[in-house]
């Protein structure tokens, strides 16, 4: 469950992050500022306190979720949000006179972002991506309060029943540490990749 969850959570908050920092990136009318408001409020929301707002107070306003998609949103908007900052940062650093150069080559601004922009600012996020990742990982207890059974809550109940914490405990530490493990092996073969391909990795 805590792997399923963080894995939609990423592939969910990580495209949504990208579009709400374009949409910041090319300062669009209004939405700019709704969208830093926005990101700044969930960036400032603790996130057991969001995954409680969804669940219990979105209802109130004709919108009810069960625990699980309750969970999928409240970790899909949360990371969202710092991932959309890291994003924009790559974006506001790119250097101008590249986009200029693909302006003069008859590029689009669309095609302009797919061709030559986001081919290498994904290389220059992907460690604090894949930062933000695990910390969606290590966010995944919070939702235990509206009842979903992930790793912390399945180790907390059997240390209930067997009167023995510590060995259901030291279980999740290592799973957790495994899953994050696997993150971040995922990360250095992607550098590898893109450094046997390019000689070197984008700063």
């Known amino acids: ?18 579009l709400l920092a374009i949409i910041r990136w090319r300062r669009v009318a ?8 926005f990101v700044s409020l969930i960036r400032a929301t603790p996130f057991v306190t969001l995954v409680l707002f969804i669940f219990f107070v979105l209802p109130s306003l004709g ?3 069960k625990p ?4 999928i949103v409240a970790l899909t908007i949360n990371t969202m949000a710092f991932s ?20 003069a080559c008859g590029m689009s601004e669309f095609q302009a972002l797919r061709r030559v922009i986001f081919p290498q600012i994904w290389r220059s996020s992907l460690g604090p991506l894949v930062s933000e990742a ?33 060995p259901p405990f030291l279980l999740a530490t290592v799973l957790y540490t495994a899953l994050i493990a696997v993150l971040v092996r995922g990360q250095r073969y992607v550098e590898r990749r893109v450094a046997n391909r390019y000689g070197y990795v984008a700063p």
Do not use: N
């Open 30 to 37: 209004v939405l700019d500022g709704v969208l830093a408001g």
């Open 63 to 65: 919108i009810e979720l």
């Open 134 to 166: 695990t910390i969606l990982l290590k966010c995944t207890p919070a939702i235990a309060v509206i009842g979903v059974v992930e790793i912390t809550r399945a180790a907390s109940r059997i240390g209930a029943e067997t009167y023995e914490p510590l």
């Open 68 to 71: 699980i998609p309750a969970a």
């Open 84 to 103: 959309s900052e890291i994003w924009r940062s790559a974006l506001d650093s790119f250097p101008r006179d590249q986009r200029e150069a693909a302006e």
């Open 1 to 18: 469950m805590t792997a399923w969850l963080s894995a939609i959570g990423i592939a969910l908050s990580l495209p949504l992050g990208l």
